[in-house]
């Protein structure tokens, strides 16, 4: 591999950073309400939103979906339209 492509593979992994939905645990909504919501706008199976609600709740936050920005930013948005605490990083 020449200097040139260890380069260009660089550079095309930094730029390919891939974006993540954090949610963040509250005092307002219930186990049940966050676990709906992340099926619903996460495309998360039972088990999965069920794992994500209990890591939001036993350590404050959880990384729900990673991912193109474009493809994040609706998906944040139903979160937040939903009373979640939320944010694209």
Request: aromatic share 6%; net charge negative; hydrophobic share 35%.
């Amino acid at each position: 591999m020449s200097v040139q492509e260890e380069v260009l593979e660089e550079v095309f992994s930094e730029v390919k950073k891939e974006n993540q939905i954090v949610v963040f645990n509250d005092d307002v909504n219930t186990f049940d309400h966050v676990i709906e919501m992340l099926m619903l706008a996460c495309d998360h199976d039972p088990i999965q939103a069920e794992q994500c609600t209990l890591l939001i709740h036993y350590t404050g936050k959880c990384t729900v979906k990673t991912g193109d920005y474009d493809d994040l930013k609706p998906r944040c948005s139903k979160l937040l339209d939903a009373g979640l605490s939320a944010e694209i990083q």
